[in-house]
Nanobody, 118 residues
């Protein structure tokens, strides 16, 4: 059973930075596709950034150039460095992992709140 624990959310002013962490246990992070999703009030959950087992990175257009996803294999952890934050980035951020040979097993973290004030 894979468990994901997020940390690093908080309140920041527009233009500021935060770094989110997602620590995985139960299997190696390098064997999974992992990503960050976010959900703002009244909106659907959306992909923010993803890193595949092969290290291929994907970003939502709204965060390109501002956010960076990375992985530390030794710590079994992925990160989301968020720079130049905007009020519209305010949301609960969730870590997600897909595991298994065909990535059919899906796991979610508990979420961490990010609030950006104007």
């Amino acid at each position: 059973q894979v468990q994901l624990v997020e940390s690093g959310g908080g309140l920041v002013q527009a233009g500021g930075s935060l770094r989110l962490s997602c620590a995985a246990s139960g299997t190696s992070s390098v064997s999974m596709t992992m990503g960050w999703y976010r959900q703002a009030p009244g909106k659907q959950r959306e992909l923010v950034a993803r890193i595949t087992r092969a290290g291929i990175l994907t970003y939502a257009d709204s965060v390109k150039g501002r956010f960076t996803i990375s992985r530390d294999n030794a710590k079994n952890t992925i990160y989301l460095q968020m720079n130049n934050l905007k009020p519209e980035d305010t949301a609960v951020y969730y870590c997600k992992a897909n595991a298994g040979i065909y990535l059919t097993y899906e796991y979610w973290g508990q979420g961490t709140q990010v609030t950006v004030s104007s």
